[in-house]
């Protein structure tokens, strides 16, 4: 499978825990997005990576979340101290080049804290 | 600020018959926009983009049309099937790629 991947698709936690996700993007794709979907919206953006760099965050992005791409390949995403408000589809999705590309999202990992 | 935003957030259409989808952007500067197709519990798919220096592409059953003057994108399905049933999105891909709310497409037989 050649597509951004994303593990797990599903995580259940209690509130209070910290939670990591994973994202493989396509081969070669410089560009990495971290969104945020709860039913019935569009994906909220989260933040981007250009090869390593993170080059900008959401103000949605609380000091809780963090990102990191260390290798300019795989993405993570961490949560800390959940809370039953971050409950949601946490979507990647990669492109080639620095923007203004096609951009091809995973399958999400649907976060639900109770 | 600045966001994407659609028209209606349902359309219903009998199979066969053609379907329009509408999306109002309010950054002037944007030029590249991209049509998403999201069906329930799966990530968003491509379906097609265009620039801002075209006003019109199309792809198999598909078309997108751009108006800068008026700052709005429609996509256009030929013929739509019951597959066509999801939740459409456009994206106003500058440096970061922002969204609207999404229109549900139902496709009555």
């Known amino acids: 499978d050649t597509g951004v991947s994303q593990d797990p698709r599903h995580k259940i936690t209690k509130r209070g825990q910290n939670v990591t996700f994973r994202c493989d993007p396509i081969?070669?794709?410089?560009?990495l997005y971290w969104y945020r979907q709860t039913l019935g919206q569009g994906p909220e953006f989260l933040t981007y990576?250009?090869?390593?760099?993170?080059?900008?965050k959401s103000r949605l992005l609380s000091d809780r979340f963090s990102a990191e791409r260390p290798k300019g390949s795989f993405s993570t995403l961490e949560i800390q101290r959940t809370e039953q408000g971050d409950s949601a589809m946490y979507l990647c999705?990669?492109?080639?080049?620095?923007?203004?590309?096609?951009?091809?999202f995973g399958q999400g990992t649907r976060l639900t804290v109770v | 600020g600045e966001s994407v935003g659609l028209h209606l957030p349902t359309l219903s259409v009998q199979e066969g018959d053609n379907s329009i989808i509408n999306c109002a952007y309010s950054?002037?500067?944007?030029?590249?926009f991209i049509w998403y197709k999201q069906e329930s519990g799966k990530g968003p798919q491509f379906i097609i983009d265009?620039?801002?220096?075209?006003d019109k592409r199309q792809g198999q059953r598909v078309t997108v049309l751009l108006n800068k003057t008026v700052k709005h994108l429609s996509l256009q399905i030929a013929a739509t099937q019951p597959g066509d049933s999801a939740v459409y999105f456009c994206?106003?891909?500058?440096?970061?790629?922002?969204f609207g709310a999404g229109t549900r497409l139902t496709v009555k037989p």
């Open positions: 265009i620039r801002s220096n075209m």
């Open positions: 994206a106003e891909n500058n440096n970061d790629m922002r």
């Open positions: 990576f250009q090869n390593e760099a993170q080059l900008e």
């Open positions: 950054n002037s500067a944007s030029d590249y």
């Open positions: 999705a990669s492109s080639i080049g620095q923007g203004r590309t096609e951009a091809f």
């Open positions: 081969s070669e794709h410089n560009r």
